[in-house]
């Protein structure tokens, strides 16, 4: 290439590069920038700290993520952090401990400094015969230190000395009231129990007494004197340690809301006697108070069938099946228990209501006919016991033939209620019906000899007075019931009451006999009996009166004398006296087919014929109980299986035969199963 060439390409080159230099230029000119310019390095560095570090600011909005080595590093530094923080407290709050219990100490030193001050004080007050302030102080000793003995024995013996100067000044009730309270201080303070019962003697009252002590703890429960109270009942237990005083230390247990010392005395009250009903009223209350219904309603239908005026016990046994029923008004079940309830409190109408109600529920219920059945026997029981509480108020007030009258329908009602026969053997005899009286009075002891001892006593003294020949007893009564021709008897000896007319005088009506104990007409096989001075009809007798004695279900029969002028069952026993052997086993025969047949309603029919004239048959009565125990019946079968117990005491079987009925009966009674141990049924013998 030549040099001319060479010189061309170069001025072409510096000609362009000067073009593109002078257009850039001009476009810079043209469009200026006025945004701020990006950080760099130069801008971020502090050049008046030439030791300060440069800030290299990234342009991007999103922060790096730190790596598993410093997250560690960052755990391990909050860990050791909150290790010196929890340290640190844990080292303030044991100082605080520390101050705590410190400041404790020095209050308690104080307390006791205090107490020390008070008692020494309450001693001098008590040296000046200054008793209140002293007793106050002694309080106030007590109070500020409750663990020191020697201030409560300070304090007793305070009282003591302030009851003897009451005492001394005629002043019985504060005396009185000083040793109780000096007695609960200290317990052991002999001297205020002896100076307390020479106090109550004063009174007029007998400190040795339990029931004295129990109505004077009950008294003072009243007032709110529940330390008295405490002195009383703790009195009444060491003379008599029973199921009431045991309900009562468990009441006042309660009161200071001690539920399970309470639970444990009413415990223990029931196992000293099983029949005391506060003691299972209590025990259902509780069991509501802690929402264990079950076993409330349990106790409390036990409270209430052993006695039936238990207005608290039967609002709560009822209040409790209204609640089942209301939460499932569709369950037969609520509806047999309310009416059970309302029947055991003596609603009959309510309880009647519910059982129509448990019929339309479920009328195959296998409660509903016993139910019924036990309402129907419960309803009769209470129409007895107003015949039998109208009998007593006529015989208070000296109508002794009103009385008869109305204690016989009771008795009709329930032959087997030794209550009513005792009742009827007091009527007949205020009548002068003495015979009447004393086999009412031998049926009373039959149907129950532990509980009826007063019957027994009154017959021996009947016994006792035609033995010495101090009362003449009425003509015909030494000889037997079926006597030839007894239309005219002699006028009893015996001192008749005022108003009381002779029954030894009355015509002989010479009609046949009710069976008072059956509610049937006797057989007519039966002769004329003893008078009827009263005119005393039966239920289903329209006209004639009949020949009403004590002795209703006993037939006219041939019978020995005995040598106490009484007339005594002929034969021996097992052998019934009304119609001869050969009847008696024909009649035997058929009740054993009937037994055979499991057709024990009929053997019982059977058997009641042939008792009603061999009241004294041991072997009948106890035949009549195994029956009556086959049908459910426990209550009658109890009472025979005593009856035929006491009519032949030595026979081993009828006394294991009766002690396992007595068994049986005492389980019906303490379970909630079983429609024949109703409050019903039970109460209706008691």
Partial sequence: MSKESTTAITASLTLAFTLVVAAATTGAQAAKLNATPLPHERESKNFANPDSETIILHPSRFQRRLDYRELEAEKKKEDAEAAKKAAEAQMRAGEDRKKAQQQVIENYKKRQEMAVQANNRAVALGKQGRWQEAIQAHEQAIQLDPQNKQFRINLSAARVACGQAKLAGGDLTTAASMFRKALAAAPDNALAGKLLAQTMARQGVDPTSADTRLAAGDQLAAVNDWEGASVEYEAAMQIEPSARTYTKMGDLALRFGQVSTAMNWYTQAIVKNPEYGPAHRQLGLLAISQKDYTAGASSLRKAVILDPHDTAAGQALVEIWRRQVAGN??????????????????????????????????????????????????????????????????????????????????????????????????????????????????????????????????????????????????????????????????????????????????????????????????????????????????????????????????????????????????????????????????????????????????????????????????????????????????????????????????????????????????????????????????????
């Avoid at 007895?384 to 009258?405: D, F, I, P, S, V």
């Avoid at 532990?450 to 016994?463: I, P, S, T």
């Fill in 329 to 686: 008004p569709l369950l037969a079940e609520n509806h047999l228990g309310l009416a059970g309830a309302l029947q055991l409190t003596g609603d009959f109408v309510g309880a009647e209501s519910e059982y129509r109600r448990l019929e339309a529920l479920d009328p195959r219920n296998p409660g509903l006919q016993a139910g019924q059945a036990s309402l129907a026997r419960a309803m009769q029981h209470d129409k007895a016991e107003k015949h039998k509480l109208a009998a007593e108020t006529l015989y208070n007030q000296g109508l002794r033939r009103e009385a008869l009258a109305e204690i016989s329908q009771a008795v009709m009602l329930e032959p087997r209620n030794a209550r009513y026969q005792f009742l009827l053997g007091e009527c007949l005899e205020a009548n002068g019906d003495y015979q009447g009286a004393h086999q009412a009075y031998l049926t009373c002891v039959l149907i129950d000899p532990e509980n009826n001892k007063q019957a027994a006593v009154r017959m021996k003294q009947m016994q006792a007075s035609v033995k010495g020949g101090s009362m003449a007893m009425p003509q015909g009564l030494a000889r037997t019931a079926m006597s030839a021709a007894p239309a005219q008897q002699a006028a009893p000896a015996y001192p008749v009451q005022q108003g009381v007319f002779n029954a030894g005088a009355a015509p002989n009506f010479g009609l046949p006999r009710k069976d008072m104990f059956e509610g049937a007409p006797a057989s007519a096989a039966q002769v004329p009996d003893m008078t009827n001075p009263l005119g005393f009809r039966t239920h289903d007798e329209a006209e004639a009166p009949s020949a009403f004695t004590a002795a209703g279900a006993q037939q006219a029969a041939p019978r020995a004398t005995s040598d106490d002028g009484f007339s005594a069952a002929s034969g021996q026993a097992g052998v019934p006296a009304a119609s001869g052997n050969a009847s008696v086993n024909d009649a035997m025969s058929r009740v054993t087919d009937a037994e055979a047949r499991r057709d024990y309603a009929g053997a019982i029919s059977l058997l009641r014929q042939i008792l009603a004239g061999n009241l004294q048959n041991a072997e009948v009565h106890h035949r009549l109980a195994i029956n009556l125990l086959a049908t459910g019946q426990i209550n009658e079968a109890v009472s025979e299986f005593r009856i035929a117990s006491a009519l032949s005491p030595a026979k081993r079987t009828y006394a294991d035969d009766l002690a396992q009925a007595l068994a049986i009966h005492t389980r019906a009674l303490t379970s909630d199963a079983g429609p024949d141990s109703s409050g019903a049924n039970a109460g209706a013998n008691k």
